[in-house]
């Protein structure tokens, strides 16, 4: 109501002085205060690092625009180095966060909608001797110092035990505002749609074009949900609706909190055999089905280590789920919509031979939700590549995907359930 006031004043009193009144607006819109309250609430801007040192003493500096609040932990198995961070967006270059010296690997990014993480993983035991911020002495913002030593196994070990930490941060609570995006009826078929990796997991990076499985995922997911939705009495909804890190535990617990009768995980992986390429669906199993099935569990299995979550954090019942694995009968519904997949897929969709294969997946562990991961295709085959891009080819196996969940619930219907 004053902005219009205001502006019809001006009019009244002419051009001049309409045009300093105009512009005493204007600077009153980005009053100090106002811009200091639009800084804190935009994210911070890692813009630079550099790294360097031995297999004894490595030293890290990341430039920031803003001083930047951190927090410092360690967790073990394998030896990591976290630091904690508000919501950061890292415009770094990743050869300036190549892990070198001490640290055999270094991630960064999103842990959730308000915080970021940096993980520095080791071969042996390190101790942080100094972590520090400091004014850029060019006095273009600040600076994040890390200096670690190598350390015994013994001191590494006191360095855990003495922290108050147990690995978990607010932002990546599965307990959160994660519900379905259209409201569930009480008859509704309820479907999770998982994109696989996000935030700090970033995936598999493609081999052409360096796009991250992260990304491809996400976009498939929102295609799913919405093939999905257009069935009769059924409501998907996607586990994570951004770029944002799930652990596999949280993932398999969102599905549960919401009454997901399917859980269906998809990934983009990628092999060394860059010439292997087409679709797989995988159900759980405690013994893989073949090698292949093997290494690509135990690599998806390491999600939450990448992300430094420790083993620790998952909740009593997923523990269980790791000696038990899943009730039988939700074995039985998971192979079914396996197959039903393959079936809708067979002509239609490049697939791999052999498609429906099994193993030890952690985020396929929901006791009473039948869940299937579903390999696209391969980021490192660069046909698969090309058609993982294609908004069109999408929305193909979206609409694919959607007749086989029909064709899997049609004993269901016909018996007016």
Request: with cysteine.
């Amino acid at each position: 109501m004053k902005t219009v006031i205001r502006a019809r004043f001006s009019r009244a009193l002419g051009g001049g002085i309409a045009i300093c009144l105009a512009a005493f607006a204007a600077l009153a819109l980005v009053s100090p205060a106002a811009a200091a309250e639009e800084a804190e609430i935009a994210p911070l801007l890692a813009y630079g690092a550099r790294i360097a040192g031995n297999d004894a003493r490595t030293r890290i500096v990341i430039d920031f625009d803003r001083k930047p609040e951190f927090s410092l932990h360690y967790v073990g198995s394998p030896v990591r180095v976290i630091v904690d961070l508000p919501q950061t967006s890292f415009g770094v270059k990743p050869d300036d966060m190549k892990a070198t010296g001490l640290f055999t690997d270094i991630r960064y990014g999103a842990m959730g909608p308000s915080s970021s993480r940096l993980v520095l993983t080791a071969a042996r035991p390190v101790s942080v001797t100094k972590a520090v911020v400091q004014a850029d002495p060019a006095g273009k913002g600040f600076q994040l110092v890390l200096e670690s030593a190598m350390a015994t196994d013994e001191e590494f070990a006191n360095l855990v035990r003495q922290q108050e930490w147990s690995g978990t941060t607010s932002s990546v609570s599965a307990k959160g505002n994660r519900l379905p995006e259209v409201p569930v009826a009480s008859g509704d078929f309820v479907i999770a749609v998982d994109a696989g990796h996000g935030g700090i997991d970033t995936g598999a990076i493609g081999a052409a074009t360096k796009t991250e499985e992260k990304h491809v995922t996400l976009d498939f997911a929102k295609d799913l949900v919405e093939a999905l939705n257009q069935e009769k009495d059924t409501r998907a909804f996607l586990t994570r609706k951004g770029d944002e890190f799930l652990s596999l535990p949280q993932r398999v617990q969102i599905a549960r909190q919401h009454g997901a009768r399917l859980f269906i995980s998809l990934h983009a992986d990628t092999l060394r055999q860059k010439d292997i390429r087409g679709a797989t669906v995988y159900t759980i199993s405690d013994r893989a089905s073949d090698s292949l099935a093997a290494d690509l569990a135990k690599r998806e299995n390491l999600s939450d280590e990448i992300a430094g979550v420790p083993l620790q954090d998952e909740p009593a019942d997923v523990a269980d789920i790791l000696i038990d694995l899943t009730r039988r009968e939700t074995q039985a519904f998971s192979t079914n919509l396996a197959r039903s997949v393959v079936g809708a897929f067979d002509g239609q969709i490049k697939l791999i031979n052999n498609p429906h294969r099994h193993a030890g997946f952690r985020v396929l562990q929901a006791p009473d939700v039948p869940s299937v991961l579903l390999e696209l295709g391969f980021l490192s085959n660069k046909d698969d590549e090309k058609l993982l891009l294609d908004p069109a080819w999408r929305k193909k196996v979206s609409a694919l995907l959607a007749e086989a969940v029909r064709h899997y619930r049609a004993p269901e219907l016909a018996n007016g359930g």
